[in-house]
């Protein structure tokens, strides 16, 4: 069992920034891919940014030159640094970790609970 957790949401007015961070702790050999999604009232989900155990990253295009993903591989860590933000962001941020709990498995895929950002105008 792998849990995740986000933190970082809050208000902040348009142009502003916000960094997120999300955390996952448990069985953990590795983790693969972490990504930021988020989901908007009544839109679906969507991915925001991901990033892999070695570093690549893609970015969602409506994002790219504002939003920055990063990982520390050894505290099992992401972080989203958002700048530039808009009203249209207001979503709720989700983050996801893919990985394995042993090197021969792949058996992870949780999902945090997720943290609301607002962008006022």
């Known amino acids: 069992q792998v849990q995740v957790v986000e933190s970082g949401g809050g208000l902040v007015q348009a142009g502003g920034s916000l960094r997120l961070s999300c955390a996952a702790s448990?069985?953990?050999?590795?983790?693969?891919?972490m990504g930021w999604y988020r989901q908007a009232p009544r839109k679906q989900r969507e991915l925001v940014a991901v990033?892999?155990?070695?570093?690549?990253?893609n970015y969602a295009d409506s994002v790219k030159g504002r939003f920055t993903i990063s990982r520390d591989n050894a505290k099992n860590t992401m972080y989203l640094q958002m700048n530039s933000l808009k009203p249209e962001e207001t979503a709720v941020y989700y983050c996801?970790?893919?990985?394995?709990?042993?090197?021969?498995?792949?058996?992870?895929?949780?999902w945090g609970q997720g943290t609301q950002v607002t962008v006022s105008s």
């Open positions: 448990g069985r953990i050999f590795i983790i693969n891919t």
């Open positions: 990033i892999t155990s070695d570093g690549r990253t």
């Open positions: 996801n970790a893919a990985g394995g709990s042993s090197w021969y498995a792949a058996d992870f895929d949780s």
